[in-house]
């Protein structure tokens, strides 16, 4: 199993940037691949970003490309969001999981594919 705690989530203008961070505990980490998660009010938690165990493939839900940024180390256990020009519809709580499949390579954006998850960080964007 994968422990999960994110952090980084707050309040911020529309335009502005914050940073998600997942840390991570458990022994499969390096070996799981890892997404992040987001759920609005009244909404169904929908994909927002996943990345392979080793890093090389990463995978962002259309309304995110060019604005967010996954990344992970493995050495430190942790994964990242970075979030910049957001916007009032990202308004949700972000969710980090992990996908324990042995050497996952490439990221499913299916919530039913994620086998831990983390309590969630609240992201308010306000207008």
């Known amino acids: 199993q994968v422990q999960l705690v994110e952090s980084g989530g707050g309040l911020v203008q529309a335009g502005g940037s914050l940073r998600l961070s997942c840390a991570a505990s458990g022994r499969t980490f390096s070996t799981s691949a890892m997404g992040w998660f987001r759920q609005a009010p009244g909404k169904e938690r929908e994909f927002v970003a996943g990345?392979?165990?080793?890093?090389?493939?990463?995978y962002y839900t259309d309304f995110v490309k060019g604005r967010f940024t996954i990344s992970r180390d493995n050495a430190k256990n942790t994964v990242t969001l970075q979030m910049n020009s957001l916007k009032p519809d990202d308004t949700a709580i972000y969710y980090c999981?992990?996908?324990?499949?042995?050497?996952?390579?490439?990221?499913?954006?299916?919530?039913?594919?994620?086998?831990?998850w983390g309590q969630g960080t609240q992201v308010t964007v306000s207008s």
């Open positions: 999981a992990a996908d324990r499949t042995y050497l996952r390579s490439f990221p499913s954006m299916s919530v039913d594919e994620y086998d831990d």
């Open positions: 990345i392979g165990w080793s890093g090389r493939n990463i």
